[in-house]
T-cell receptor
Framework: DAGITQSPRHKVTETGTPVTLRCHQTENHRYMYWYRQDPGHGLRLIHYSYGVKDTDKGEVSDGYSVSRSKTEDFLLTLESATSSQTSVYFC?????????????FGPGTRLTVT | DAKTTQPNSMESNEEEPVHLPCNHSTISGTDYIHWYRQLPSQGPEYVIH???SNVNNRMASLAIAEDRKSSTLILHRATLRDAAVYYC???????????FGSGTKLNVKP
């Protein structure tokens, strides 16, 4: 299994509070991704990173920010959580260069915003 | 955005082949087709991917239509462990951004 962990695994927070989710890898992979998955749906890309301090938006980036200060960690921040951000969040990593290389997914973080 | 369409659910008998269809009529020339599957309470895992030609690996086969507007994932002999949600995904660009469909939930009967 790829060395990828997510923390916390479960979190309940109140509307309006800031939340940070952490993705940690031990594979030294260049590419990292954050997705969200809502009930009955596939995953949707929030943000991705192609190197330290190099990040870009995905298809559902509003309300989220990311940071990557070192290769192994990719942080997802909800500046002011809303109920619409209740979801399961998955991190993925990918090695190789540019191209269709396999993405390895973490176990997910279940976030509930009350 | 690159969109895919899949049936919501399918059922198969154990030890029989399964053909999971996917439509991707808006695919562009450089989009790759990927299949991943997701077991309950887990992240997705890789199954197979291709561009134009049919592909085989130890898990499955991928048949791609000549016009690339559809593809089919083939599990040659379904087992109970193959029960999962199967996602047909298009990837676009150098950063391999994935566009997931809604997936097909495969139920395998013993």
């Amino acid at each position: 299994d790829a060395g990828i962990t997510q923390s916390p695994r479960h979190k309940v927070t109140e509307t309006g509070t800031p939340v940070t989710l952490r993705c940690h890898q031990t594979e030294n992979h260049r590419y990292m991704y954050w997705y969200r998955q809502d009930p009955g749906h596939g995953l949707r890309l929030i943000h991705y990173s192609y190197g330290v301090k190099d990040t870009d938006k995905g298809e559902v980036s509003d309300g989220y920010s990311v940071s990557r200060s070192k290769t192994e960690d990719f942080l997802l921040t909800l500046e002011s959580a809303t109920s619409s951000q209740t979801s399961v969040y998955f991190c993925a990593i990918r090695g190789g260069g540019q191209g269709p290389y396999e993405q390895y997914f973490g176990p997910g973080t279940r976030l509930t915003v009350t | 955005d690159a969109k895919t369409t899949q049936p919501n659910s399918m059922e198969s008998n154990e030890e029989e082949p399964v053909h999971l269809p996917c439509n991707h009529s808006t695919i562009s020339g450089t989009d790759y087709i990927h299949w991943y599957r997701q077991l309950p309470s887990q992240g997705p895992e890789y199954v197979i991917h291709g561009l134009t030609s049919n592909v085989n690996n130890r898990m499955a086969s991928l048949a791609i239509a000549e016009d690339r507007k559809s593809s089919t994932l083939i599990l040659h002999r379904a087992t109970l462990r193959d029960a999962a949600v199967y996602y047909c995904i298009l990837s676009r660009g150098n950063f391999n951004k994935f566009y997931f469909g809604s997936g097909t939930k495969l139920n395998v009967k013993p």
